[in-house]
């Protein structure tokens, strides 16, 4: 018992940067060499699935890009999941971004999913500018932007994202203001983002949203699930895995799924054996 | 592979790379992939808000092509109307950029009140309306609806519902400071403890799940670069860094972390 109780005293104090290399390679070693593990979906990816389902066809919608390249590998595969399920349902893409750096994800997204000569409209598209989508840009400004966009959209885009004017923009006619939108759909990183989004566009203006979050942000989005404030919720890595299988095409995120479980425990047996030590160094304490 | 793409998977793989090695202990290649961020960052944000948002939408309303300025040379085309009205914010940002001279300093309070101000209208109906009231609302349930299973893990029933209720009263009672916390009403408030502390570890859970995913993005991207279509970027930056960083270390000595 003695040895055994050394031993967890060892392991709970080995040196931070083994715990880092564990870490490391139980990321690393699932990356390279793929391991497929099964994926659950959650109620509130199920919920975000039907709540995209039930857009009636060939409607008009807002997509917001409000994430930069540091979130890129938890927001972006839903993302590009958010835009196929979309143009599968034959629906206008209208893409804004509250992040400067968002402009270049949706370029990324666009880009993944277009194949103008062999598209198997199920992961990728023959879409065109204009017809299918149009880019309208990212706009400094966080909330005032959104609070413009549900009050009047051509007083926060004059132009587009490639400088034309959006008055001569044949798909924008008949757009005014964020009620003429079916559905928004936000991936949010952070500020300016999804609760942005609730409160000064979903909110107010009672057009039907959901969003995709980082993990982090999950446990103070959920409660607008509950609410009906959005329809479903991506929750991170995770969620995106969960929704490209209810898409059927498995991507990024899915592969993923196992070097996040393998992490995962490495992170679960490091806290298991640092609360031992220090329940049985504390009983030692007390001892002599 | 193009040059450009070959160079940025150097260069990416480099500034990740750097950053990784903080893990070892600080050194030069974590402060240069630092200060580049920061440095890339702040540039960035700063150019692409005067061209989006500042030259489009502040100039194009003060001066529109054949507006009441065009006298002055200035006239860019934006589908405005001239609106002296935006003399006012070009006006509040001037004062704010003169600040850096110590006797204008003063100037900047006036477009930091004004900010303030309209930051605070803004945001309080919108708090009020989505985070309080839809929230109150929401929590209120009809605890014993008869409609409802008496139990369910994913959805709506009469067990979830009582725990809803008891959870939003104990937490909320908690942070009632006007009596003191003994007796029932406090075993009521520590109840309302263990809530907290569940959301708080469902919060840390969330936050190691974002961060591996991150990790997870990161290596997809040096595993990627790694490939013969790059140079080998991954492989040729990480032998450059562990070879110099076990020199700089040697060198150094005296700055090893015990």
Redo the contacts between chains.
């Keep these: 018992m003695k040895f055994l109780e050394d031993l967890i005293l060892k392991l709970g104090a080995v040196d931070r940067?083994v715990i880092?290399v564990l870490?490391?390679l139980a990321?690393?070693i699932p990356?390279?060499t793929p391991i497929s593990l099964p994926v659950r979906e959650?109620?509130t990816t199920v919920k975000f699935y039907d709540g995209i389902e039930d857009i009636p066809k060939n409607s008009k919608v807002l997509v917001s890009f409000d994430y930069g390249p540091?979130?890129?590998?938890?927001i972006h595969p839903m993302n590009v999941g958010v835009l196929r399920h979309m143009l599968r349902n034959g629906h206008q893409i209208y893409i804004s971004c509250l992040w400067?750096?968002g402009i270049y994800m949706a370029l990324d997204a666009l880009e993944e999913i277009t194949d103008e000569d062999n598209p198997d409209n199920v992961s990728t598209f023959d879409i065109k500018e204009y017809e299918d989508y149009i880019l309208l840009?990212?706009?400094?400004?966080a909330?005032?932007v959104i609070?413009g966009l549900a009050s009047d959209l051509r007083k926060v885009y004059?132009?587009d994202a490639n400088g034309n004017?959006?008055?001569d923009i044949e798909m924008m006619d008949g757009i005014k203001n964020l009620n003429d939108f079916a559905y928004i759909y936000s991936g949010s990183a952070g500020y300016p983002g999804t609760f942005?989004w609730?409160?000064?566009g979903g909110?107010?203006t009672g057009v039907p949203m959901s969003s995709g979050t980082?993990?982090?942000q999950?446990?103070e989005v959920i409660?607008?699930v509950?609410?009906?404030?959005l329809i479903g919720l991506l929750?991170?890595?995770?969620g995106a895995a969960e929704y490209e299988k209810l898409i059927n095409v498995p991507g990024?995120a899915i592969?993923?799924m196992a070097?996040?479980s393998f992490?995962?425990i490495v992170?679960v047996v490091f806290i298991v054996f640092g609360n031992l030590a220090f329940f049985i160094k504390q009983r030692r304490d007390r001892k002599y | 592979m193009s040059f450009s793409a070959i160079l940025g998977a150097w260069i990416a793989a480099f500034l990740t790379l750097g950053i990784f090695s903080y893990l070892y202990r600080d050194n030069p290649f974590y402060k240069i992939a630092e200060h580049v961020f920061v440095g890339v960052s702040a540039a960035y944000v700063a150019a692409i808000s005067f061209w989006t948002q500042i030259y489009p939408n502040l100039f194009g309303r003060l001066f529109p092509k054949d507006g009441p300025l065009a006298f002055t040379g200035l006239e860019f085309d934006f589908n405005h109307e001239f609106n002296i009205l935006y003399l006012f914010p070009l006006l509040l940002g001037v004062m704010m950029l003169v600040s850096v001279f110590q006797k204008f300093n003063w100037m900047a309070r006036w477009g930091i009140a004004y900010t303030v101000a309209i930051a605070a209208g803004l945001k309080a109906f919108g708090y009020l309306n989505s985070n309080v009231l839809n929230q109150v609302k929401a929590s209120s349930v009809d605890i014993f609806s008869g409609s409802l299973p008496l139990f369910s893990l994913g959805g709506d029933s009469i067990f979830n519902n009582i725990v809803l209720v008891i959870g939003t009263l104990s937490a909320l009672m908690y942070f009632y400071f006007s009596k003191e916390q003994t007796g029932n009403f406090g075993r009521f408030t520590r109840l309302g403890i263990y809530f907290l502390m569940v959301s708080f570890g469902a919060s840390f859970g969330f936050a190691v799940m974002g961060r591996i995913s991150l990790l997870v993005g990161r290596f997809n991207d040096l595993i990627e670069y790694s490939s013969a279509d790059y140079n080998y970027a991954t492989l040729g930056v990480l032998v450059f860094i562990i070879v110099t960083l076990g020199f700089w270390s040697f060198q150094n000595p005296e700055r090893k972390e015990n």
């Design positions: 940067r880092f870490i490391g990321v690393l990356l390279l959650t109620p540091s979130t890129r590998p938890e400067p750096d840009g990212y706009r400094p400004g909330e005032a609070k004059t132009v004017f959006i008055d942005e609730v409160k000064y909110d107010p980082t993990s982090v999950v446990n409660p607008y509950q609410t009906g404030q929750a991170g890595m995770p990024i592969q993923g070097a996040q992490a995962h992170i």
